[in-house]
Each structure stands twice: as C-alpha cells, then as structure tokens.
C-alpha cells in the first residue's frame, strides 16, 4: 500500500507547497480560502520529515489528478474515465477519478501511528493498557489495525477486541494525550530513513514570500491553535542580522526605542557588517560613546548577546506590526508613498 495515501487532504497538500518551493508556494496560497490556507500552513509547520517516497507519491497524484480534472471539463465524466482507461487501466483511472473529486479530509489523531510500520507499531504499544491498545486500533486503517490485533498476545486479544467492540464515545482530551505520549515513544524508536523536509524554516520561507495579509492571517490562527509554535515562527521571520536589510529611515526609528545597554550588547556580537549599518544611522558621537562601551564591556555570555538582540527584535516586530516602519517581504510591490 502507498504511504501517500493514510495521509489526509491537507497533510497532502502541505507536503506539496514544501515540495514546490516558496515562490510558488505563496502564489498558490493567495488563490485559496482563508481557512484552507491556515490548516495547510499549520501542518506544514508541524511536518519535520518526509520520506522521499512520499514526495513522489504526491506529486504523481497531484499531476494525474489535475490532468483528469482537466478532462473532466473538457468532456465530462465519461470522457475523462475512457481517456485514463486507455491511459493506465480502468483501476488505476477510478482511483484517480476518486481523488480529483475528493475534498479535502479532517485531521485524524493518530496520524504518525497510521503512518508507521505494523510490526513497529505493534512492538511499541503491545505492553499499553488493553483500552489504550483498543483506542488507539480504532482510529488505524482497518487492514493495519487487523495486522496488529492479530499479533497480540493471545491473553489480551480477545480483551482488546471486546473493548474495540464496547468503545462509544471517548473525551477529545484523552485521545490528545493518548496520541502525544505514543507519537513520543514512536519518535524516540523510527529508524532515520528520512529527508529533513518541511517545518517551521519551510513555512517561514513561504510566509516571507507572501503578501503581508496572507502573513499576518496565518500567524493569528497559528497563534490560537499553538501560541509557542506561532511565536518561534515570528523569531525566525526576523532576525537581529536581518536589520541590514531596513532602511535607514526604519533603523533610525527602531533604535529610538532601544535602550542603549542593550544595543551595545547586541553589536557586541554582531557582524562588521551589521554594526556599520548601526554606527552609520547615529551620529558620529553617539557612535563613538557605543564603540568604547563595547570595547569596555569585556567578555560577556552568548545568551546575554542573544536575549539584547531579542529584545530588538521584539522592538522591530511591534513597529512593523503598528506600520510605523516596513520589514521588505513579498509584498514589496503593494507599498504604497
């Protein structure tokens, strides 16, 4: 069976918009709905590795499902069906069909487990209470599921099924913590077979080559489903190196709100590069007095440097959010003067 295909929809469609890069990712993204666009951003923010497998997968069935779409409008449904018969055979053109047809699914829980070998996954849940076990089978595809019942031990196997059976409605709390704990473990014992793919720099790159609504939506509903994801997203949009890239007009105005100790501690482990682009947006005293309080300063921790130059970054943040300076995204060409 192809793994693609235990994904939903959206998981799909996130692991397309990492496979096409982020220019072409941000352009798609504009022609979607709001709510579809914060459900793929907020997977792919979460995706840290795909088999490379998968990859193809995906792209095969996104090309042979638009093709039949494409058919579909030209000639109906009939024409499409016989066109793809003759093309690849009349299983693989209903698999198609069913796909060019089918909206996009819910997140399922379980969604690693589902993706996991059987013998892998039945090797890390055996010793779990049977009612976990029988949970955990319920949301797994049937063959899958069938797979793993059938290698429990034989002293809880017609226990585990009689719970599958007795199952009726389970709290959504229980089931988060249920899958939390078992992704955990199943983290900890899948082989490295994979490509790092995906995660927080991926949608970073694809948010910065977005119009600033498509941003700053995203990140709103990001910050609602998971506020520490959408604030390690925010730090990363920006960095402290990142200020070269203002225009002076925009540094002048930041570093009136920067306390003075924190920016000597901020350049104090910067480039050449970006203290000349400081020293060059103050006066020639002022730089000169921040030059010798770095120069006295002598060594100081790494993380102290971090923390004076996350606090401008914050500062950086608030003003550009307040659109009294502008950061350079892909919506350079809507500012207007």
Known sequence: ????????????????????????????????????????????????????????????????????????????????????????????????????????????????????????????????????????????QSDKAAQIISGLPDEIKADVAYRIATMNKTSPKVIKQVEQILDKKLSNVLDGNFESYGGIQTLVEILNSANRGTEKSILESLEQEDADLAEEIKDSMFVFEDIINLDNIYVQRVLRDVDNSDLALALKGASKEVADHIYGNISKRAAETLKEDIEFMGPVRITAVEEAQHKIVGVIRRLDEAGEIIISRGDQGEVVV
């Open 1 to 140: 069976m192809q793994v693609a295909q235990t994904l939903t929809g959206v998981e799909k469609a996130a692991v397309l918009m990492i496979t096409l890069g982020p220019d072409l990712s941000s352009k798609i993204l504009k022609m979607l709905p709001e709510s579809m666009i914060e459900k793929i951003t907020f997977e792919i923010a979460n995706i840290t590795q795909v088999e490379p497998t998968v990859k193809d997968e995906i792209l095969t069935e996104f090309i042979e499902t638009q093709r039949a779409s494409q058919y579909i409008k030209e000639g109906g449904l009939d024409y499409a069906r016989n066109l793809l018969t003759k093309a690849l055979g009349s299983k693989k053109a209903e698999e198609i069909l069913a796909n060019s047809e089918r909206l996009a699914q819910k997140r399922k829980p379980f969604i690693l487990a589902r993706k996991t070998d059987p013998l892998q996954l039945l090797k890390t849940i055996v010793n779990e209470h049977p009612q976990t076990i029988a949970l955990i089978l319920c949301f797994l």
